[in-house]
């Protein structure tokens, strides 16, 4: 549920900005959308619209960042997985030297000569997508839920 969460408190957040919905207002309209979105009400503004510290410390725009690197990241794993075929056993084995040594290789050596996106498509031979995140929580998530679905390919 983490992206869902970010993806609320970004809507909420660009509804401020933009004038649409008021600071004093921002508890109600959080638990009302917390409730629609998850099925249920915090139940203390501390354990919802202030549990973290990003809007207090001004940090406003930032939060989507996450996902990005929630989608950057399983993009990044799964071109290792496909050229490191052990990789999952490896990890589960508590063995990351291949794990280290593409990333070395396809990310650490390029450092900052690129912006994020240009640097996972290089990486990875295609452009930045949503659908290996995807893939990744039908895959870790579904089962687990009873869920059925394609899970991206």
Same mark, same amino acid.
């Given at each position: ?37 998850? +099925? ?28 990005? +690197? ?81 899970? +991206?390919?």
């Amino acid at each position: 549920t983490y992206n869902l969460h970010v993806l609320m408190r970004f809507d909420l957040e660009r509804a401020v900005v933009h004038g649409d919905l008021a600071v004093v207002d921002l508890p109600t309209a959080w638990n009302d959308r917390f409730e629609k979105d998850f +099925g249920f009400r915090p139940p203390s503004d501390a354990e919802g619209v202030l549990q973290d510290i990003h809007w207090s410390a001004g940090l406003i725009g930032y939060f989507p960042t996450y996902t990005l +690197g929630n989608i950057f990241a399983a993009q990044l794993m799964a071109a290792a997985s496909r050229q490191l075929p052990d990789l999952d056993q490896d990890i589960a084995a508590g063995r990351f030297g291949g794990l280290l040594s593409w990333l070395r290789q396809h990310v650490h050596a390029h450092g900052r000569l690129h912006d994020s996106a240009a640097l996972v498509e290089q990486a990875t031979g295609e452009p930045v997508s949503e659908r290996w995140l995807i893939q990744s929580l039908w895959q870790r998530y579904g089962p687990a839920y009873g869920l059925s679905g394609h899970g +991206g390919s």
